[in-house]
């Protein structure tokens, strides 16, 4: 009779905690994301085209150092890190006029969880501008290849599927509700993963000339720093 008390118990016990656990886990769910950065004013167009922007200037470097270590971040990190194919490659050196430009193709994850992913592909153009001590990064010219064939082997053939360009896709008429007070069902949440993904892309490209910086200063002093170690190209 004591056993079973207890395996009764525990049980309780049990429930109670795995209970706490789905009240946890649903209520990090939803509070993990600030959708409200992502409503009107996140996207922004030029000239009628979706563009990201971002400008940043680069103190005690010379401007063949700063190209050389821009270019390396997008060979190594969006080109060396996109799917393989035509569509991922280097546009353009910037040895001309200073402008660099790369052509992406990455995967985008919406939701993955055990035998189920929500993906797709995610196109965009990345260029960069270096001037002086100044630095000018625009992501444009994206869309989205959503819901492909999927082959025997269960694998993505980049095939089929619909295809989605961000001015009529993630641009405030579309990716927001009538009312602007919330994203859109089915294009919102390409909304908030696209600008989520090109300000990481920004951060990464800042952090780096960071860490560079700080590696400068160690060697004047002589003493060792401790940073993130990256794996960068850089033009002789």
Same mark, same amino acid.
């Given at each position: !009779?004591?056993?079973?008390?207890? +395996?009764?118990?525990?049980?309780?016990?049990?429930?109670?905690?795995?209970?706490?656990? !789905?009240?946890?886990?649903?209520?990090?769910k939803t509070d993990k994301i600030d959708y409200t950065k992502?409503?009107?004013?996140?996207?922004? =167009?030029?000239?009628?085209?979706? #563009?990201?922007?971002?400008?940043?200037?680069?103190?005690?470097?010379?401007?063949?150092?700063?190209?050389?270590?821009?270019? &390396?971040?997008?060979?190594?990190?969006?080109?060396?890190? &996109?799917?393989?194919?035509?569509?991922?490659?280097?546009?353009?050196?910037?040895?001309?006029?200073?402008? +660099?430009?790369?052509?992406?193709?990455?995967?985008?994850? $919406?939701?993955?969880? $055990?035998?189920?992913?929500?993906?797709?592909? @995610?196109?965009?153009?990345?260029?960069?501008?270096?001037?002086?001590?100044?630095? #000018? +990064?625009?992501?444009?010219?994206?869309?989205?290849?959503?819901? =492909?064939?999927? /082959?025997?082997?269960?694998?993505?053939?980049? =095939?089929?599927?619909?295809?989605?360009?961000?001015?009529?896709?993630?641009? /405030?008429?579309?990716?927001?509700?009538?009312?602007? #007070?919330?994203?859109?069902? &089915?294009?919102?949440? @390409?909304?908030?993963?696209?600008?989520?993904?090109?300000?990481?892309?920004?951060?990464?490209?800042?952090? $780096? $000339? =960071?860490?560079?910086?700080?590696?400068?200063?160690?060697?004047?002093?002589?003493?060792?720093?401790?940073?993130?170690?990256?794996?960068?190209? #850089?033009?002789?």
């Open positions: !009779m004591k056993n079973i008390t207890d +395996m009764k118990r525990f049980a309780i016990v049990l429930l109670c905690a795995v209970c706490s656990l !789905m009240s946890f886990g649903a209520k990090n992502y409503l009107a004013g996140a996207v922004v =167009e030029e000239n009628g085209i979706v #563009t990201f922007t971002k400008t940043f200037s680069i103190k005690g470097m010379e401007e063949a150092q700063i190209r050389s270590l821009v270019l &390396g971040y997008i060979k190594t990190t969006l080109v060396g890190g &996109g799917i393989e194919g035509p569509r991922t490659r280097l546009v353009d050196d910037g040895k001309e006029d200073g402008t +660099m430009v790369a052509r992406v193709e990455e995967w985008m994850v $919406f939701k993955r969880a $055990f035998a189920y992913l929500d993906a797709t592909r @995610f196109r965009y153009t990345v260029t960069a501008k270096v001037e002086g001590n100044k630095v #000018t +990064m625009k992501i444009n010219q994206i869309s989205y290849l959503y819901d =492909e064939k999927i /082959d025997d082997e269960n694998k993505p053939t980049g =095939e089929e599927g619909t295809v989605y360009v961000a001015e009529e896709w993630i641009d /405030d008429a579309h990716g927001l509700n009538k009312k602007k #007070t919330k994203l859109a069902k &089915g294009s919102g949440k @390409f909304r908030y993963r696209t600008c989520e993904r090109v300000e990481k892309i920004f951060d990464k490209m800042m952090d $780096f $000339f =960071e860490d560079e910086a700080k590696q400068e200063e160690a060697k004047k002093q002589e003493k060792p720093v401790e940073v993130k170690k990256r794996k960068f190209i #850089t033009e002789e």
